[in-house]
């Protein structure tokens, strides 16, 4: 069994123990059913919370889970942050013209903390950050939706707080995941003709579509903002051309001491094409 496949089972396995994700379930014994209403006692639940009931069978979770974006980056962010720095370098530093060997960090949700959040605050999230002492680059994961200006700005505003933590960068760059279908029109959805990116980008931005702190930075940082545009590197690749560059990778990698290697690869190209949305089959199917 693939390791996509063992974290499905953990899905399960919190699905049939809500008590894992918090949640705890309230006995027959404490309802009160009067004609096609239930009452229950309000000290069995959190006054300032939610009522939660269960909407499908545990059948259909997988189904219904694998059309999500954020499922497939949470795959994404799993497989990165184990792999290996020369896989790394060649699967989303490449498409972006960049050169660099690593090490790399794979940033996560701990960007509140490090960029001085207040807890709980959802100033913006990324799908992936990877930071070297040379580069930093944002990969964007899309299915169906489509990309838009601001986007782009979460990922500016992000190498403009990075660098003033740990120092302006050689190389910068921003990787979007897409569906080959979604390839033709990617830029123009962005507001961009390709990806060449200049200073007239930030007049196309809807600043009320930016979080409070994102345009407060804009303009109380704005030459470090204008410097940022002036070296990032704007790149879309499909899903397919990943999927198809991780065999590449696997052939090459064909030997007993890269069996962890593999193991990894294969999970996350597993999951690729079976993900509803990349537009991947299965091999000789995709």
């Not at 080959?180 to 200049?198: T, Y």
């Not at 930016?210 to 690749?237: C, G």
Request: glycine share 6%; hydrophobic share 40%.
């Amino acid at each position: 069994m693939l390791w996509n496949e063992k974290v499905w089972d953990l899905f399960e396995n919190c699905y049939w123990t809500p008590r894992y994700v918090g949640l705890k379930s309230i006995p027959k014994r404490y309802w009160a059913i009067q004609e096609d209403r239930i009452s229950i006692p309000k000290e069995l639940v959190n006054a300032d919370g939610l009522l939660y009931t269960r909407r499908t069978k545990a059948a259909l979770i997988r189904e219904e889970l694998s059309c999500q974006e954020e499922i497939l980056n949470h795959f994404f962010n799993i497989a990165f942050a184990i792999c290996s720095d020369d896989v790394i370098s060649r699967l989303l530093f490449r498409p972006l013209s960049i050169s660099d060997r690593g090490p790399f960090v794979s940033l996560g949700r701990e960007i509140a903390s490090r960029y001085g959040w207040p807890s709980g605050e959802n100033v913006t999230q990324q799908d992936g950050l990877f930071l070297s002492e040379r580069s930093l680059i944002g990969v964007e994961l899309k299915l169906g939706s489509t990309s838009w200006p601001e986007q782009v700005a979460k990922y500016l505003a992000l190498m403009v707080l990075e660098e003033g933590i740990s120092g302006r960068k050689e190389n910068l760059g921003l990787l979007f995941i897409v569906p080959e279908s979604a390839l033709k029109n990617h830029w123009r959805k962005i507001g961009l003709q390709s990806s060449a990116i200049d200073l007239r980008f930030l007049e196309k931005l809807d600043k009320t579509k930016l979080p409070t702190r994102i345009k407060k930075l804009f303009d109380e940082k704005a030459e470090h903002v204008a410097a940022v545009l002036s070296r990032v590197n704007l790149s879309a690749v499909s899903w397919l051309e990943l999927r198809d560059e991780i065999v590449r990778v696997e052939a090459e990698n064909s030997e007993p001491k890269d069996q962890t290697l593999l193991r990894l690869l294969a999970g996350l190209r597993a999951q690729i094409e079976a993900h509803q949305g990349t537009g991947v089959g299965k091999l000789g199917e995709g």
